[in-house]
């Protein structure tokens, strides 16, 4: 009885989970619903007054969207404008004569991983979304066998290579040479998605899914009525090579001035996005003839179609702020520090059961750091190797409270037990290829 009551925390947020899947698979609620009331619940049973209740409902609910609402409705915005006026289909069309249909999975492998190392996680999927959904029609193939290889390449690139926020801390951290990080980073990297992106996807069964209606094409360009892909490719590009290029320009620029302030403010993702958008609904939108309100059509359309992804990716974040607000990832901490497994392991260990319960990649990885990090000179293990290795289980599977599981779902319009076998899986495979390669790596480093 007495090992009931210390797991308590655990078990209420496990019931929570149970309860979240009823309400949404069963009963049917939607999933907002669903999870503001399980997030209610789950605060309540574990401790928290009324009022830290409300004020961490607020907190992750408005924190979350204060982030991604800008990002996530800029992005969609973006690829409705390269939907309607044949930018998507240029860019599909191009990939396919240059790659065929056989190899074109290893082009959304490539551009995944550009945007994964390059720009927020959520702006990444936002953009290549109705990228990926054209060239799967293109090529008469299921969307969703791209979809899984574009998100294992950007959602593995965004984990280990800095200056992504995740490994970057991690690097300060554990004391990593962060160059080092990106030589033996591409080695963990390049068989985890190629078993995650290109080899589960061939064996998955029932991928086979209609187009959600926020990406139909709204009709068959010809040759001439689409923009050329050079402009296709780079105006979506455009929120990285800013970002990109604010944070290179951070190394050489004096911090506080005011040269440094307005980089960073154009560096921002939500401007970038912003910036991307103005670029094109002069290039997708007037210099192609359509007029003002025709754009603003797919502008609104685009808004419309997100509106209640927006409220469910709130929602979520609404459900992890309870989780971490009650303190199981601490408890979870504190269960893992008395072990004598393997540094590589327990990191890798703690950091995935971290971001299973919280569903937050980066804290998971900072926590786990902070208790395994004292061992790396007891056990004398390389420290980048522990960086690979924590980067690769803030990587794993991950559930309801995960904002990014949400917007997978309703943005490929799957049921939560198609989500699972989907965004669940590819992300598990890419979290324990990873750890084996590291493992491998240890064995010689």
Not at 342 to 368: D, N, Y
Request: proline share 4%; aromatic share 8%; no cysteine.
């Amino acid at each position: 009885m007495e090992w009931i009551i210390n797991y308590l925390p655990i078990i209420w947020v496990a019931l929570g989970v149970a309860l979240l899947l009823y309400l949404n698979i069963v009963v049917k609620l939607n999933s907002v619903l669903a999870l503001l009331i399980v997030a209610i619940l789950v605060g309540i049973l574990n401790g928290l007054t009324l009022d830290a209740v409300v004020l961490s409902i607020k907190t992750g609910f408005g924190g979350t969207l204060g982030s991604l609402a800008i990002i996530i409705g800029m992005g969609a915005v973006l690829g409705k404008l390269m939907v309607d006026s044949g930018a998507a289909q240029r860019v599909a069309s191009t990939l396919l004569n240059k790659f065929g249909v056989k190899n074109v999975e290893w082009a959304i492998l490539i551009v995944g991983a550009i945007f994964g190392i390059s720009v927020f996680y959520e702006v990444a999927f936002i953009i290549l979304a109705p990228l990926v959904i054209s060239i799967a029609v293109e090529a008469k193939i299921p969307y969703l066998r791209l979809g899984i290889t574009m998100v294992a390449s950007a959602t593995m690139a965004h984990s280990i290579f800095p200056p992504q926020p995740g490994p970057t801390a991690l690097v300060q951290a554990y004391g990593a040479d962060m160059g080092m990080v990106y030589i033996l980073g591409l080695v963990v990297v390049i068989p985890s998605v190629i078993a995650a992106g290109i080899i589960l996807p061939r064996m998955l069964r029932n991928l086979d899914r209609p187009v959600p209606p926020l990406l139909k094409k709204s009709k068959e360009f010809t040759e001439d009525e689409m923009p050329g892909f050079a402009i296709s490719i780079i105006v979506p590009l455009l929120p990285a090579i800013i970002i990109t290029t604010a944070t290179v320009m951070d190394l050489f620029i004096e911090k506080g001035t005011t040269f440094y302030q307005i980089i960073n403010f154009l560096g921002s993702a939500e401007i970038s996005m912003l910036l991307a958008v103005l670029v094109a609904i002069y290039v997708f939108g007037t210099r192609r003839g359509r007029t003002m309100p025709e754009i603003m059509t797919s502008f609104s359309g685009a808004i419309e179609g997100i509106a209640m992804i927006v409220f469910i990716v709130g929602a979520g974040g609404a459900f992890k702020q309870i989780i971490l607000d009650t303190g199981i990832g601490d408890f979870i901490a504190g269960m893992m520090e008395n072990t004598s497994v393997s540094p590589l392991i327990m990191a890798w260990v703690i950091t995935a059961m971290l971001r299973i319960a919280t569903g937050t990649g980066v804290v998971s990885a900072i926590t786990a750091a902070g208790i395994v990090g004292p061992l790396i000179h007891t056990f004398d293990v390389n420290p980048v190797l522990m960086v690979l290795a924590t980067a690769a289980g803030s990587n794993t599977i991950t559930h309801v409270n995960d904002a990014s599981f949400w917007l997978f779902k309703e943005y490929f319009n799957l049921s939560i037990k198609d989500t699972f076998k989907t965004w669940g899986l590819l992300l598990f495979t890419n979290s324990i290829v990873g750890l084996g390669v590291v493992l491998l790596l240890s064995l010689f480093i």
